[in-house]
């Protein structure tokens, strides 16, 4: 299994999967390479986007299956055919089970639009404003069976201006992720990455 060889899995809009695209044609995602897009929303518009860059995808709907331990199975099939090294959540709205977590431990990488441990879960961005905190960002980090939990590999941060609205703090987020994913993809992908319990380090 090659680090080197990403499916990237995504549920929406996939403007992080174009940031990743972009960075790897431009020469700033390492030895990484995309070779597939996963989806469980075959309609979203980040189907249209793969296609458009010519990157293969497997688009399932869970629904189509008798549970979530098979749907992942069928996910985890073609991971494994295609000789898939590092999966890369991005915008991937569903909890993953140990039957991808397990063949994948370590291996595994998503993208959080806070400052975890601050606001996990659904609208972070959301979840930010109505708190009221001056400064918030965007985390990388390892997943494990929880709910955006696992060790973090990187972090940056976003200042809460006090006329945001979720449309202007979510541009500017969106931006220092676009900028800070293909990164931390490329230190994983290169094997720059170790961790040592719950620490994760970069290597120069
Ligand atoms: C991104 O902001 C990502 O951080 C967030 O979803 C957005 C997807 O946008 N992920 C989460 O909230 C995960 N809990 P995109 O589809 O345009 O890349």
């Known amino acids: 299994m090659a680090w080197s060889r990403i499916a990237v899995f995504a549920s929406g809009q996939g403007s992080n999967f174009a940031a990743l695209v972009q960075a790897q044609r431009e020469g700033r ?7 597939l897009l996963v989806s469980d929303k075959p309609e979203a518009p980040v189907a249209q986007r793969a296609e458009e860059a010519g990157i293969p995808s497997l688009l399932l709907r869970p629904k189509d299956f008798a549970g979530r331990e098979q749907y992942e199975a069928a996910i985890v099939a073609e991971l494994k055919r295609r000789d898939i090294g590092l999966v ?3 915008g991937y709205m569903r909890l ?3 039957v ?3 063949p994948y431990a370590g291996r595994i990488v998503n993208i959080h639009p806070s400052l975890l441990p601050a606001f996990a879960g659904k609208d972070a961005i959301g979840q930010a404003l109505e708190y009221g905190v001056k400064v918030t960002g965007v985390t990388v980090h390892f997943v494990d ?3 955006d939990t696992g060790p973090v590999i990187a972090q940056r941060s976003v200042e809460v201006q006090s006329e945001d609205t979720a449309e202007s703090l979510a541009e500017r987020i969106h931006q220092v992720e676009y900028a800070l994913y293909p990164e931390v993809v490329a230190a994983l992908a290169d094997g720059k ?8 380090v970069i290597a120069d």
Do not use: D, H, Q, Y
């Open 100 to 102: 991808l977590l397990e």
């Open 29 to 35: 995602l390492g030895s990484g390479n995309i070779e």
């Open 145 to 147: 069976g929880g709910m």
């Open 96 to 98: 993953i089970s140990p």
């Open 193 to 200: 990455v170790t961790l040592n319990g719950r620490k994760a």
């Open 88 to 90: 890369v959540l991005a």
